[in-house]
């Protein structure tokens, strides 16, 4: 079931700590407005992987992470699966949190800006939904997840690391996505995503899939946002192609990272 442990790291569990520094410095460059978030995707992911090279004294290689080239069909059986059951808690959380559909849809939709000019539009939706799900399931499941994972591994007790591993990266993954709601009952639905994507990279091994099952959330999150939230407001072709492309997109992101990795 556990396929991290096809191959265990040497990364040593306080490497996650230094993933969390990653997050935390590269928060700034968010803060400063929107046009600074795709760095700040880039800038985490690139961090995360740069204090691991610093600490272990090597480059993580595309074995490390679990980047491949493609999916199996049980990896193809487990996102989808996970996918079907997180949406299905966010919708159904989403109906006990109250509120139509169409009306939070048209305020993400004016508070995201894709009813303004075309440039900040497209920044926002590429750094939604492909930079966030490539960069974030390296930070999130690769740099804090594994290295977790992989020290209790190595003592035999994978079992443990796995749920350690999940439970640390799912409440980081959850922290940027409550910045505004705090605790309420949405919580529980990021949460149970990240524990979701977590899941998806212990069972498969594979950070790929942990990112194409992050796509194919953003792809719907950001498709009802277009579809009913639009109201008389013609959105851009553009912006349907990246969002309802996104998997593509993404798994080409997947791809982009992995050549420029070592293999071991």
Same mark, same amino acid.
């Given at each position: ?25 590269? =928060? ?35 074995? !490390? ?23 299905? =808690? ?19 939709? @004016?508070?995201?800006?894709? !009813? ?53 990266? @799912? ?10 709601? @705090? ?48 109201? !008389? ?32």
């Amino acid at each position: 079931m556990n396929r991290l442990t096809a191959h265990v790291t040497t990364w040593r569990a306080w490497y996650a700590v230094l993933a969390m520094s990653a997050f935390v410095l590269s =928060s700034f460059a968010a803060v400063a407005g929107a046009a600074f978030t795709p760095l700040s995707f880039l800038l985490f992911a690139a961090l995360s992987l740069l204090f691991i090279t610093v600490a272990s004294r090597r480059w993580p290689s595309r074995l !490390d992470l679990g980047l491949r080239r493609g999916l199996t069909v049980r990896d193809i059986v487990v996102v989808l699966v996970v996918f079907a059951v997180t949406h299905l =808690s966010f919708w159904l959380l989403g109906m006990v949190d109250g509120g139509a559909q169409g009306d939070q849809a048209a305020r993400l939709f @004016t508070e995201t800006g894709l !009813d303004g000019p075309l440039l900040p539009a497209v920044a926002v939706v590429v750094s939604s939904v492909v930079l966030a799900p490539v960069c974030e399931e390296i930070l999130y499941r690769g740099a804090m997840l594994r290295p977790l994972h992989d020290s209790l591994a190595r003592r035999g007790r994978a079992g443990l690391g796995a749920v350690i591993g999940i439970t640390v990266s @799912t409440l980081f993954f959850a922290m940027p996505h409550l910045a505004e709601d @705090t605790i309420n009952v949405m919580s529980i639905a990021y949460l149970l995503t990240g524990a979701g994507l977590g899941l998806v990279y212990v069972l498969t091994g594979s950070l790929t899939a942990a990112m194409l099952g992050h796509s194919l959330q953003s792809m719907v999150v950001f498709g009802q946002v277009l579809i009913f939230g639009r109201g !008389d407001t013609d959105v851009h072709p553009l912006l349907w192609i990246l969002v309802f492309g996104c998997p593509i997109w993404v798994y080409l992101g997947s791809q982009l990272v992995r050549v420029m990795l070592p293999p071991r």
